[in-house]
Structure formats: C-alpha cells, structure tokens
C-alpha cells in the first residue's frame, strides 16, 4: 500500500518538475519533497544545473547527475524549489525544521523565483499552529541572545539532536525553536524585522513575500496550487 505521505510528496514534486526547463540554473533547498525533486530530475535529465541549501541535498543531486554551481557572485538562479514547514493563505512560511533555513534564505533570495515543493497537511490557517519558528544564533554568548530573544519570543527551546547534544548547522550554528504570538493580530513581517535585529541572531525560519506559489500534494496525486497575490 502506498504511503499516502508519500504520495503527496510525489505529486508535488512531479508538479514542480514541470517547471524546470532544460539550461535552467536552479536553486534546490532541503527536505524530503525537494529529495522527491532531485530525484526526479535525475531520472529526466536534460542539463540542469543547481545550487543547493543542504549537505543532504548536494550529496543527492550529485548522486543523481545534476551538474552543481556556487553561489560566487556569477551565478544567476532561475527558479528556488524548497518544501517549507507550514504555508499559511498569504504564502507566508516557517521553514527550518531540518536545520537549513540559512542556506535556503541564501538560495531563494539568489532566485528570480520561488516556488514551494510541500504536501498539502503543510498548508495552515496561521503560522505557529503545529509547528515552532527556528531562529539560527550563533554558539557565543548564545543564552544571552535567547534572554535578549526572549522579549520577542519567550518560549524559546534549544535544539538538540536525538544523543541529546546540541544541534549544529551546516555553518556552525545553534537554533532556537520558539513559539509563535498566536492570534490575528500578531505582525509576522514586524516580528521577523525585530528579530533579525537581535544580537547574536543570524537567521529566523520566517520566510515572508519570498514564494510566489506554492505546490501542495495531495495522497489521491492532485495537486492544490496557491499563489501570492498582488501586493
């Protein structure tokens, strides 16, 4: 029987497939959807080249014959192809639960466009409903930078690995994961602004007026397709 998870997955890797056009020079983030992407990509072939956001996603796409680029300065991506956490109506996101929001804001703001690659249980009413905002700090001073965080974010938990040591990113960092304000009211694009100003943070898991659609699978292989609208 076929995982339904799975499924979704597929669909919306499939979905996202389309897009690219052979000579593309893309962005790729991390995560199982976007692995589901890689993949597919291989199978197809057609000379594309990538830049990607993860460890994992680099030793796949070589795996899979995708030629990989720098970010050097040169290098102009076309489309950013990354899964999220939670999609909320805006297109707003939280993304970062596999450690790699760093890298992924880096690729998708080097990207002409972005499109999110996700199974359709991603898609939320408000972000924070089921999953925590990561914020990257650095390892010094860092439960300093969680008291000063904590103005903004109170509830804020280090992440750590299953041995019950800290998370480490691929830059050497540590991630806070904080609850989100919950409620209308709450200004997500002024939070992430006053968040970012925080010493000591290098990076938070909200990536806000970035997608311009988002591709969420369904278990049945259909696909339900969000777009940003205008302003």
């Known amino acids: 029987m076929t995982d339904p998870v799975d499924a979704a997955r597929v669909a919306a890797a499939a979905a996202a497939v389309e897009l690219v056009e052979p000579g593309m020079t893309i962005g790729l983030g991390s995560g199982r959807a976007v692995w589901k992407v890689v993949e597919l990509l291989g199978a ?20 899979a014959g ?20 939670e999609v909320d109506p805006e297109l707003r996101l939280i993304k970062g639960g596999g450690g790699a929001l760093l890298r992924e804001k880096i690729v998708v703001s080097a990207a002409a466009r972005f499109v999110v690659v996700a199974e359709a249980s991603k898609r939320v009413e408000r972000l924070g409903e089921h999953f925590r905002l990561p914020v990257e700090i ?21 992440r750590l690995r299953d041995d019950g040591e800290a998370y480490v990113t691929d830059e050497g960092h540590f991630i806070l994961d904080c609850v989100l304000p919950g409620g209308a009211a709450t200004d997500l694009d002024a939070l992430g602004r006053a968040v970012k100003q925080v010493p000591g943070v290098v990076e938070h898991g909200l990536f806000i007026g970035l997608a311009e659609r988002a591709l969420l699978g369904r278990p049945n292989g259909s696909v339900e397709v969000l777009e940003r609208g205008p302003g």
């Open 44 to 63: 197809r072939g057609g000379g594309v080249r990538a830049a990607v956001a993860s460890s994992r996603t680099d030793e796949l796409a070589r795996a």
């Open 66 to 85: 995708i030629e990989l680029v720098e970010l050097d300065g040169s290098v102009a991506l076309d489309l950013a192809l990354d899964g999220a956490d």
């Open 138 to 158: 650095v390892r010094f001073g860092w439960r300093d930078t969680r008291r000063r965080l904590a103005e903004l974010l109170p509830d804020a938990t280090q």
